[in-house]
């Protein structure tokens, strides 16, 4: 038989265990996700709502302190028989007696016989204001605004005009408050109401989470107790469960037990039909040699092929029936330490190395599969090989399980290679085909590669036939394992 040097990997699917992860998928993240932006959005809600009502509280208080100070201002100014203003307004607040605080009063001539100016000692120079026709005075001739203040600060005035005495003689009285003392108080409330509501949602998120991973916990424990049924080590869940799992747990115990029966009622009928197709084959091989000449070999020949192919069927049907089923445990190095054993012993003069990993690898599957796999390939690799066959197995990096047990390998490796021809690209597939040879002058039934094939198929590996370093074929074949 003639080898190619590469082909692609008859399969690149392999099944994963069962895990919960903690993704977009997951319920966990979900429900925490959905309760954290709500969280985020209620504390927006609170922070916007407490800072508006602080904000409105603040500024009323301010716009009454400016006019209460106001009216005690009229109340302190008067005007002398000569029309001067007179009057020594204090109004109580020690802000109006420092320079350029922000805080100042004034009162102003606003009609003919009366002159002078009074002031606050606060107030070093004249501060603007906006003329009567940009803010008109209400009914009661008083007026409210904003200007800028001595150092740049943003200034509420109250003004008012009032009469002085019977001479109708009237002043202007302003005062003025430092509008940006209250914004940077109202901004300082709301830094430390962010740092207070930011430190509480952290808070409140953190224990939502908690809660919610330990009330979903009953889950994990069916996730465990679900992959401990994969991997052969429980035969169905056991434990208590929330009355909400409950009846999930018994489902799911109900058709483990379903995929047994249908395993065994399989198995059975296999063996019925292997039993009941053998003697009459048997006898028709007989019949056929006894028969002689050219008509009896062909007989004989035909029905050992049948039975050959009646054999290759059954085994699939075989494992097919227990695909998906409860895991079987194989331990993988003893199984091949074994086979190469007894094939060096077969093959003295092939030189046969072997590779095992110190890790333990336990294949998820029967233990007849893995030998009559390892049997083919080995088989073909020492019928073709000039003088070495190398055999490795090793778990494949960064696949792991997600039943929390660290280090679990889900995929492993098993490696043949020898220094045989290897086989031509363009007869790759051909050597996979069932009973093809490529080479009819070795003896053999072209159904080793097959075989392998179907196996690797139905337990969801991978095959591949690649060109060896050593220079002839590398058989790899990737199949799922337990930890």
């Known amino acids: 038989m003639s080898r190619r040097r590469k082909a692609e990997p008859l399969r690149q699917t392999v099944r994963t ?220 869940l056991d434990g208590r469960f ?50 002689g000449g050219a008509k009896g070999q062909l007989i004989a020949e035909q029905a050992a092929s049948m039975q050959k192919q009646i054999d290759h069927y059954l085994q699939r049907a075989r494992v097919a029936a227990q695909r998906d089923s409860v895991v079987y445990r194989t331990p993988v190095a003893p199984l091949v330490q074994r086979m190469v054993r007894v094939l060096q012993k077969l093959n003295p003069q092939t030189d046969l190395s072997l590779s095992l990993p110190a890790v333990d690898i336990v294949f998820a599957g029967e233990r007849e599969d893995l030998e009559e796999l390892l049997g083919n390939l080995l088989d073909n690799a020492m019928k073709w090989a000039k003088s070495a066959v190398a055999v490795s197995v090793a778990p494949i990096p960064g696949k792991k399980t997600g039943s929390g047990k660290e280090g679990a390998v889900i995929l492993f490796e098993i490696s043949i290679e020898d220094d045989g021809p290897g086989i031509p690209e363009d007869k790759a597939r051909e050597a996979l085909k069932r009973g093809r040879r490529l080479d009819e002058t070795r003896p053999g039934t072209g159904l080793g590669l097959a075989i392998v094939a179907d196996l690797v198929n139905e337990y969801g590996g991978v095959l591949a036939l690649e060109r060896s370093s050593m220079g002839g074929l590398k058989a790899v074949v990737r199949l799922r394992s337990l930890h």
């Open 17 to 236: 265990p069962l895990s919960l992860r903690f993704g977009p998928r997951s319920l966990a993240f979900r429900v925490i996700a959905f309760s954290t932006v709500w969280a985020i959005l209620t504390l927006i809600v609170i922070f916007t709502l407490i800072t508006t009502l602080y904000r409105q509280a603040n500024e009323r208080g301010f716009d009454s302190l400016l006019s209460a100070h106001l009216f005690n201002l009229i109340g302190s100014v008067g005007v002398s028989e000569g029309g001067s203003l007179t009057g020594a307004p204090d109004l109580g607040d020690l802000r109006f007696s420092e320079p350029n605080s922000g805080w100042y009063w004034s009162v102003e001539p606003a009609s003919e016989g009366v002159s002078g100016e009074l002031h606050s000692s606060s107030m070093t120079k004249a501060i603007l204001s906006p003329s009567v026709a940009e803010v008109p005075f209400n009914a009661s001739f008083q007026r409210s605004y904003t200007t800028e203040g001595i150092d740049g600060e943003e200034l509420e005035v109250f003004e008012s005009e009032f009469v002085l005495d019977a001479k109708n003689r009237a002043a202007r009285f302003r005062v003025m408050g430092n509008r940006t003392e209250l914004e940077q108080e109202i901004s300082a409330f709301q830094r430390r109401l962010l740092t207070y509501l930011s430190l509480f949602g952290v808070g409140m998120i953190a224990i939502n989470a908690i809660a919610i991973l330990l009330g979903l916990q009953p889950l994990r424990r069916v996730r465990d107790a679900l992959a401990m049924v994969r991997e052969g080590t429980a035969q169905k």
């Open 242 to 291: 929330p009355a909400e799992i409950e009846p999930l747990a018994n489902e799911t115990n109900a058709l483990i037990e379903n995929n047994k029966r249908i395993v065994e009622r399989s198995r059975t009928q296999v063996g019925n039909l292997a039993h009941s197709l053998k003697t009459p084959l048997a006898v028709l091989i007989n019949e056929g040699r006894a028969l």
